[in-house]
């Protein structure tokens, strides 16, 4: 079965630096998809970005990058320049195909809290 | 174009009530998906609409778990009779096609609690 691991529960960032959280996953597909959400304290879930299994470069948007290692199973997010606005829970998720059906398998989340 | 809604945000209920979570996808999204996270542990998946078919419900834990999507837009995902342990948010998803990179796109959740 699919696995999606996340490390670290908590994490701080200082306002306008980098930071990394963790993604590592389980599978024995050839073809995968790897997604992070945020979900702000608002609750909803905002997809950031995606990275396919046969993508060759790293998925970036804006300032949301996906640092994709794929012989050591792991699917970091990189956010620069963090903003207060970037406070929030953050899961990792790995889409699984199941017969003809798709579904999301989820991290337990990372909360970051970007310090001013 | 609306994202996806979810009716109600919140809902309290006692143990053994009937509570009916409702969610309008993304129009034209053939797709549906509802999800729980239970306070503290993953996201986890509950089942998968394809229109008004249900293509995966191997996530459903119990048979207090009603989930219908008539006429293939909205769903209602209902608890009957609701115990302790369904506490949680529950989020509704719509995605527009079945390929393995389209992102879907969730709403903002219903956090039931059961007392």
């Known amino acids: 079965a699919q696995k999606i691991t996340q490390t670290q529960p908590g994490m701080f960032v200082q306002e306008k630096e980098a930071v990394t959280l963790d993604c590592t996953y389980d599978t024995s597909d050839q073809s995968y998809g790897l997604f992070w959400y945020k979900q702000p304290s608002s609750g909803e879930m905002i997809f950031l970005i995606y990275q396919g299994s046969y993508d060759e470069q790293n998925a970036t948007e804006g300032r949301y990058s996906l640092n994709f290692q794929k012989a050591r199973k792991s699917a970091n997010l990189v956010i620069s320049a963090s903003q207060l606005g970037d406070s929030a829970m953050y899961f990792c998720?790995?889409?699984?195909?199941?017969?003809?059906?798709?579904?999301?398998?989820f991290g337990s989340g990372t909360r970051l809290l970007v310090r001013p | 174009e609306a994202g996806v809604t979810q009716f109600p945000s919140h809902s309290v209920i006692e143990k053994g009530q009937t509570v009916t979570l409702r969610c309008d996808p993304i129009?034209?999204?053939?797709?549906l998906y509802w999800y729980r996270r239970v306070m503290g542990k993953e996201i986890k998946f509950l089942l998968h609409?394809?229109?008004?078919?249900?293509?995966?419900e191997s996530g459903m834990p119990n048979n207090r778990f009603l989930a219908e999507r008539t006429g293939g837009t909205y769903s209602t995902l209902k608890v009957q009779p609701a115990e302790l342990e369904d506490s949680g948010v529950y989020f509704c998803?719509?995605?527009?096609?079945?390929?393995?990179?389209?992102?879907?796109?969730f709403g903002q959740g219903t956090r039931l609690t059961v007392v």
């Open positions: 998720a790995m889409r699984e195909r199941v017969d003809s059906s798709y579904k999301l398998i």
């Open positions: 998803a719509s995605s527009q096609t079945r390929v393995v990179n389209t992102e879907a796109f």
């Open positions: 609409f394809v229109k008004e078919s249900k293509q995966d």
């Open positions: 129009s034209g999204h053939d797709n």
